[in-house]
């Protein structure tokens, strides 16, 4: 086989890898077959990528950090904290859900993969936990959230709202009372986190 015109790179492979995926499912998802799509030799492949657990991871990895590039914005902009963690994770489950939607095949090739890349899904779980956990901490020190551990705050938030965004939970998604449930637990979530009011 012919080496494509274009250099041989990472992103390449991963986006090749990702049309695989799309097209034959996870158990396509081998280096061979990546290599086959680009039109390379698997040892070309081979040099940007150790082997198909790495492939695998790096695939799921780009898939997640697609996700978090926008709510990173979302944490970065100013305002009160109880608006930005709504923004936070109202971001979290349209992005989740736009890409059920648009890409189903692809969203249940990572499902099957990412159930074999613990440690990437452990690190994603841990980034979106920070990003809640810097809202919830701005939330206290002006003084909208009570004194609470961010970090365990903003776990709790993630798993209390898991429903509406991880992709086990994709077939719910098309309930038409979905965003009432939403609403429901995001209500309890910020009876739980807002500092009470003087009575005066």
């Known amino acids: 086989m012919s080496h494509a015109d274009t250099p041989l790179t990472r992103e390449r492979i991963l986006v090749a890898a990702e049309d695989v995926l799309r097209r034959f499912g996870p158990a396509k998802a081998t280096v061979v077959d990546v290599a086959r799509a680009l039109g390379v030799s698997h040892a070309a492949v081979y040099r940007h990528v150790a082997n198909k657990a790495e492939l695998r991871d790096l695939v799921v990895g780009r898939w997640l950090e697609g996700i978090l590039a926008p709510l990173r914005t979302i944490t970065a902009r100013p305002g009160p904290a109880p608006q930005r963690l709504r923004r936070l994770f109202d971001a979290l489950i ?25 440690s990437v899904i452990a690190a994603h779980l841990d980034d979106l936990v920070g990003l809640a956990a810097s809202v919830i901490d701005s939330g206290v020190k002006e003084g909208t959230f009570r004194k609470v551990d961010p970090v365990a705050a903003g776990r709790a938030v993630l798993f209390a709202t898991s429903r509406f965004h991880h992709p086990a939970h994709v077939a719910e998604w098309a309930d038409p009372a979905i965003d009432a449930a939403y609403n429901d637990v995001w209500q309890l979530i910020m009876d739980g986190l807002c500092a009470a009011k003087d009575s005066g």
Do not use: F, S
Request: charged residues 30%; positive net charge; without cysteine.
């Open 94 to 118: 349209a992005v989740k859900r736009r890409r059920a939607a648009d890409d189903p095949e692809l969203l249940a090739a990572y499902r099957t993969l990412a159930a074999g890349a613990q």
